[in-house]
């Protein structure tokens, strides 16, 4: 690579004897190689670095950059692609979109300044990876039944609102319900949670209204009854579908969080 270049950071991992060799058959962001950068002192944890051009990468770059969706979107894709490569070979700490160093001297810093931070967190994730589950509320199947043909026009729009705002209270007790049972399904399993925002417009796909966006943190032994529970917990409420996504590597979980309250 020619010009300037940033030392681009995908992960922060525990070393194995065979990583190095995982890692350089990786292609990263903006094409480049990937490598290892080690601590001064012993060889865990390792971050995941490869070079990428300041042009596109310093901070007055970023800002312009994070305005393309199509840039961001390429980005992103070779970022999660590095960090699940790896997260097949060992336990790992994903790291930001677009986490940048000036060099590989700093990136060695930063893992000696929290080098026993890393490895405490590395060894709480060892053999857990996250799950996705987002609850979606399906819009009423038929609208609320006309009022009855002897009332004046003022009451009858009066029963049409009441009877709409009974449907709206109905699916709101339905997807109170449907997050009880899945959290409580999924507890029997996860060892933390995450709770996301809702998505809505373009980042929420398909049909119905997503009314809860979780990440949970499940050792890799539980998670086929993980899933089977989750997607059983709902049965016999209508209106409701849950979508289970994962196995991921453990992005939510990577640093201590606080769970954001948006439960229906």
């Not at 992960?11 to 001064?40: E, F």
């Not at 590395?122 to 399906?138: F, I, M, N, P, S």
């Not at 399904?185 to 996301?196: M, N, P, Q, S």
């Not at 796909?205 to 997503?210: A, E, R």
Request: charged content about 25%; hydrophobic content about 40%.
């Amino acid at each position: 690579m020619t010009g300037p270049h940033l030392a681009y950071t995908y992960a922060i991992a525990r070393y194995t004897d065979g990583l190095a060799q995982v890692v350089a058959a990786l292609t990263g962001v903006a094409a480049s190689r990937v490598h290892l950068v080690q601590p001064t002192r012993g060889r865990d944890p390792v971050a995941a670095v490869s070079p990428v051009p300041a042009e596109d990468f310093d901070e007055t770059a970023l800002r312009r950059h994070l305005e393309e969706l199509a840039w961001l979107e390429e980005v992103a894709r070779s970022h999660h692609g590095v960090i699940e490569a790896i997260a097949a070979h060992t336990t790992v700490l994903p790291l930001r979109l677009a986490t940048v160093h000036l060099d590989d001297g700093r990136v060695r810093a930063v893992l000696d300044a929290r080098q026993e931070t890393f490895l405490d967190r590395l060894t709480q994730l060892a053999d857990r990876l996250e799950w996705g589950v987002k609850l979606y509320l399906d819009a009423p199947a038929t609208p609320p039944p006309p009022p009855p043909a002897d009332l004046g026009p003022g009451r009858a729009y009066l029963h049409h609102r009441r009877a709409e705002q009974d449907l709206r209270q109905d699916s709101h007790d339905a997807a109170r319900t449907a997050a009880e049972r899945i959290d409580a399904a999924a507890r029997l399993h996860a060892v933390d949670r995450v709770r996301h925002r809702v998505q809505q417009g373009e980042l929420a796909p398909g049909p119905g209204t997503n009314v809860t966006n979780d990440a949970y943190l499940v050792p890799v032994e539980r998670a086929e009854a993980f899933r089977a529970d989750v997607m059983r917990s709902t049965d016999g409420l209508p209106g409701i579908r849950v979508d289970v996504t994962g196995p991921w590597a453990p992005y939510s979980f990577a640093a201590p969080h606080e769970e954001e309250d948006t439960a229906p």
